[in-house]
């Protein structure tokens, strides 16, 4: 039951990828935008630009908002969920899982269109979709993003 209630939530960031990218690259051009200064005040003062800036990228989004108003949804660690969605991808880009996940999260097509263009049936197609996700909530778990 449990495993089942992380499903739903690990399934929330394949649908919702794009937008969590958007919100991180926004994040960043805002965080590059801000002036800010390196070091103190005082007559030992050195400005660096270039590192500051670096700096900041290198430094992880804790967290981003989608949506507006009551409609929004806030996305704690972005940038390891994306890692999640991709690492999952990658784990099944060779197999029958890989390429129907990428049909229904990255294509929006349908169970039952998917699995008449691949010759299965419905069954099979939410059997390949929870092995697909079972994957993804032990990367999550592996990057200490889910907790048992």
Not at 5 to 15: A, L, N
Not at 27 to 35: C, H, L, S, T
Request: include cysteine; charged fraction near 30%; hydrophobic fraction near 35%.
């Amino acid at each position: 039951m449990l495993l089942e209630k992380y499903i739903k939530h690990v399934e929330w960031y394949f649908w919702n990828r794009k937008q969590i990218q958007r919100a991180v690259a926004e994040e960043r051009e805002q965080r590059i935008a801000r002036k800010c200064s390196t070091g103190g005040g005082g007559h030992a003062f050195i400005s660096n630009p270039t590192e500051t800036s670096a700096l900041k990228n290198i430094e992880p989004i804790h967290m981003v908002s989608l949506g507006h108003a009551q409609y929004q949804s806030v996305v704690m660690n972005p940038e390891l969920w994306l890692d999640v969605v991709d690492e999952t991808y990658k784990l099944h880009e060779k197999q029958l899982t890989g390429k129907v996940m990428l049909q229904r999260y990255e294509k929006g097509k349908s169970p039952q269109i998917i699995a008449e263009l691949n010759g299965k049936s419905r069954d099979t197609f939410y059997e390949l979709r929870k092995e697909f996700l079972r994957d993804a909530v032990v990367l999550a778990m592996k990057k200490k993003i889910l907790k048992f």
